[in-house]
């Protein structure tokens, strides 16, 4: 089983910033992909950014050029750097990891809690 914490959400005005932090704790054996996805109010959930253990990132077009992904492999932590926030990014962000565990001999993937953020004037 893996855990993910995330951290990190909150209130903030248009044009702002915030860093969303996800910690994977648990049995396995490594993390292959981490990423964010989100779901605002009556929408579905939506990928927002991804990266594999060597750094390969892979990010929506609407947070291209605004939002950065980055992940730290000793701390099995992922994180989201946002700029330029707008009213349009107010959502639940979920942290996502694909885990592989040795003894199950399977990669298996887990969901975050979710954290919300709201852009808001």
């Known amino acids: 089983q893996v855990q993910l914490v995330e951290s990190g959400g909150g209130l903030v005005q248009p044009g702002g910033s915030l860093r969303l932090s996800c910690a994977a704790s648990?049995?396995?054996?490594?993390?292959?992909?981490m990423g964010w996805y989100r779901q605002a109010p009556m929408k579905g959930r939506e990928l927002v950014a991804t990266?594999?253990?060597?750094?390969?990132?892979n990010s929506a077009d609407s947070v291209k050029g605004r939002f950065t992904i980055s992940r730290d492999n000793a701390k099995n932590t992922v994180y989201l750097q946002m700029n330029s926030l707008s009213p349009e990014d107010t959502a639940v962000y979920y942290c996502?990891?694909?885990?592989?565990?040795?003894?199950?001999?399977?990669?298996?993937?887990?969901w975050g809690q979710g954290t919300q953020v709201t852009v808001s004037s």
């Open positions: 996502n990891a694909e885990a592989y565990t040795m003894a199950l001999g399977m990669v298996a993937r887990y």
């Open positions: 648990g049995s396995f054996d490594s993390i292959t992909v």
């Open positions: 990266i594999t253990r060597g750094g390969t990132t």
